[in-house]
T-cell receptor
Framework: DTEVTQTPKHLVMGMTNKKSLKCEQH?????MYWYKQKAKKPPELMFV???????INESVPSRFSPECPNSSLLNLHLHALQPEDSALYLC????????????????FGSGTRLTVV | AQKITQTQPGMFVQEKEAVTLDCTYD???????LFWYKQPSSGEMIFLIY??????QNATEGRYSLNFQKARKSANLVISASQLGDSAMYFC????????????FGKGTLLTVNP
């Protein structure tokens, strides 16, 4: 079982809906990430949280709004999405905001498959 | 900027045989690391193996090993004794960004293991 839990696993939403994706980890990691993965493409970074503070926003449209209520939880609030936002959204965590060694490697969740209709 | 190239969109291998998945990279950092991840159809990214640029030996983890050739900037993944459960997408990745805050992935190789 993955140590990063994402819910829901699947989500279908209309373009006028508001929904949220949830990510939880209990490994004591202090960095958490949202990645977006389109079909047949590699994941691309969206946001980085370090010690519950947003430290990196990779020029993501404002219809995606991240939130880190505490060190174990990461949310992604979705509003007014477009069909092209349909993708697999992966959450990841690492002990620190540094991925350069296996001691600080990422642990990914299973993802949320989002379909915008 | 760091770059990862995986030139094999798809690979086929017979069960119990070995297979090599190619990965070349480009980085100006004197010290770096390379990751390989497996992504089954379920979507989860599973960490397989890591190679540090200054590691004296090629990394091995069970049936996974790296053929690391630093001068050629290649880090090919070797899977020995393939199993049906190895069928998945495989990504090579390198940390990038200031303080290596993100992973930059190659385009991936879809491995299919035939019985």
């Amino acid at each position: 079982d993955t140590e990063v839990t994402q819910t829901p696993k699947h989500l279908v939403m209309g373009m006028t809906n508001k929904k949220s994706l949830k990510c939880e980890q209990h490994m004591g990691h202090r960095a958490m990430y949202w990645y977006k993965q389109k079909a047949k493409k590699p994941p691309e970074l969206m946001f980085v949280y370090s010690y519950e503070k947003l430290s990196i926003n990779e020029s993501v449209p404002s219809r995606f709004s991240p939130e880190c209520p505490n060190s174990s939880l990461l949310n992604l609030h979705l509003h007014a999405l477009q069909p092209e936002d349909s993708a697999l959204y992966l959450c990841a965590s690492s002990p620190r905001r540094w991925a350069a060694s296996p001691n600080y490697g990422y642990t990914f969740g299973s993802g949320t498959r989002l379909t915008v209709v | 900027a760091q770059k990862i190239t995986q030139t094999q969109p798809g690979m086929f291998v017979q069960e119990k045989e070995a297979v090599t998945l190619d990965c070349t990279y480009d980085t100006s950092d004197p010290s770096y690391g390379l990751f390989w991840y497996k992504q089954p159809s379920s979507g989860e990214m599973i960490f397989l193996i890591y190679q540090g640029s200054y590691d004296q030996q090629n990394a091995t983890e069970g049936r996974y090993s790296l053929n690391f050739q630093k001068a050629r900037k290649s880090a090919n993944l070797v899977i020995s004794a393939s199993q049906l459960g190895d069928s998945a997408m495989y990504f090579c990745a390198i940390p990038s960004g200031g303080s290596n805050y993100k992973l930059t992935f190659g385009k991936g190789t879809l491995l299919t293991v035939n019985p």
